[in-house]
Every structure is written in C-alpha cells, then in structure tokens.
T-cell receptor
Framework: EAGVTQFPSHSVIEKGQTVTLRCDPI?????LYWYRRVMGKEIKFLLH????????ESGMPNNRFLAERTGGTYSTLKVQPAELEDSGVYFC?????????????FGNGTRLTVT | AQSVSQHNHHVILSEAASLELGCNYS??????LFWYVQYPGQHLQLLLK??????LVKGIKGFEAEFIKSKFSFTLRKPSVQWSDTAEYFC???????????FGKGNQVVVIP
C-alpha cells in the first residue's frame, strides 16, 4: 500500500508570505494528524481529524494556522502570514481507527524555512 | 500535560557496541509508550510499543525496551548495533489513548563502521 505522502518536501518562504502544506493519508484511514518539530525541540501535536471533522485542535499554535480536510481525504495546513518561528518540519500521520492500538503511519514531513 | 524527556541527545558508537537510550515521562496515570526511529531521509517508523503486561517488550531489528513504572522510564536497548542503526530515535507517550503523542527531543545516534 502507498504510504502517507506529504507535499512539498521543502519550502522556503519569506516572512509574511503564505504557505500551504498538503498531506495525503493512506487510503481508508479516517484519522489524520498533524505534528510539528521546531528545530532543537520536540515533535509536537498540532491537530487530529476524524474524516473531515476536527477532533482535537488544541495543539494549533495560533490563528495563523488553518487546517482543512475537505471530503475526509487529503488535508492541507495553511500558514498565513508566516513568521520566523514557524520554521520547522511538519509531519502528517494517519491511522485506520482512533484508538492507540491502531498504529500511526507517518509521512516524510515538509521542511518549512521562513526567512 | 504529559511530557517526555530523553537524555544524551547525540550518541556516537562503534559497530557491535551496545546501545541504551533512556526515556522518562511525566504522566502518573495509565500511559502508552513508544519508540520511533527516523532513518536519514525516511519517515518516522515504529520500533516498539508498550501498552500493558510484560514490561520487557521486543521490537523490530533487534531492539527491545524495558518499562519501569516506579521510575517512569522506558529504556530502549540493542545489544549490538550496526552501521544501519544510524538514525534519530524518539520516545513518545500517549495518555489520551487516541494517538495524540507527546515526543521527547530525540537521540541522534551515529554508528561508526
């Protein structure tokens, strides 16, 4: 089966610009998660979709971040306007069901650099 | 909020040496524990997990981990590393039971041939 794919793999933008990251989960996986790793720090949870609904968005840092999952398939994470501290690696993961016994499958991540 | 700490963020070993990576978590209730690995240029992969039962768990590629509840620890071990074990290793905990993981900062492990 195809894994979780993320696009782009790298993005370099200037402060104030907008960037949209995309995640395609494994087909049939209703649960989709976004995580972020700022350089030198932990990978942190951002939010969790179940199909098209936001189950938990408590990890979103501020209202410059907008995640969507229209139709319950792929998801986008938009940062507008980007700030320097948004630089990091954004990971997407999916799982078949919500419980912890349904393993997470991660994508390769998108490395975002804001200059 | 739960938190996970990992020490010795950079580890350099020779092949055939033993590897031990420590992990401590802060949550006092029921917690599910994981070790993930990220090889260069690849995605995060699950090495092993602990939910309950035998505190010694075996994972893929010869890795094992020991859960010690009294010490809030989940230690990863491999008796004899190979060059291909060069990677970054992450400990993670979930106290919500829904894959909302708290990760440690990671251990960058380099194995010298």
């Amino acid at each position: 089966e195809a894994g979780v794919t993320q696009f782009p793999s790298h993005s370099v933008i200037e402060k104030g610009q907008t960037v949209t990251l995309r995640c395609d989960p494994i087909s049939g996986h209703d649960n989709l998660y976004w995580y972020r790793r700022v350089m030198g720090k932990e990978i942190k949870f951002l939010l969790h979709f179940v199909k098209e609904s936001k189950q938990d968005e408590s990890g979103m840092p501020n209202n410059r971040f907008l995640a969507e999952r229209t139709g319950g398939t792929y998801s986008t994470l938009k940062v507008q306007p980007a700030e320097l501290e948004d630089s990091g690696v954004y990971f997407c993961a999916s799982s078949q069901s919500q419980g912890i016994r349904s393993p997470l499958h991660f994508g390769n991540g998108t490395r975002l650099t804001v200059t | 909020a739960q938190s996970v700490s990992q020490h010795n963020h950079h580890v350099i070993l020779s092949e055939a040496a033993s590897l031990e990576l420590g992990c401590n978590y802060s949550y006092g209730g029921t917690v599910n524990l994981f070790w993930y690995v990220q090889y260069p240029g690849q995605h995060l992969q699950l090495l092993l997990k602990y939910f309950s039962g035998d505190p010694l768990v075996k994972g893929i590629k010869g890795f094992e981990a020991e859960f010690i509840k009294s010490k809030f620890s989940f230690t990863l071990r491999k008796p004899s590393v190979q060059w291909s074990d060069t990677a970054e290793y992450f400990c993670a905990a979930d106290s919500y039971g829904n894959n909302r993981l708290a990760f440690g900062k990671g251990n960058q492990v380099v194995v010298i041939p």
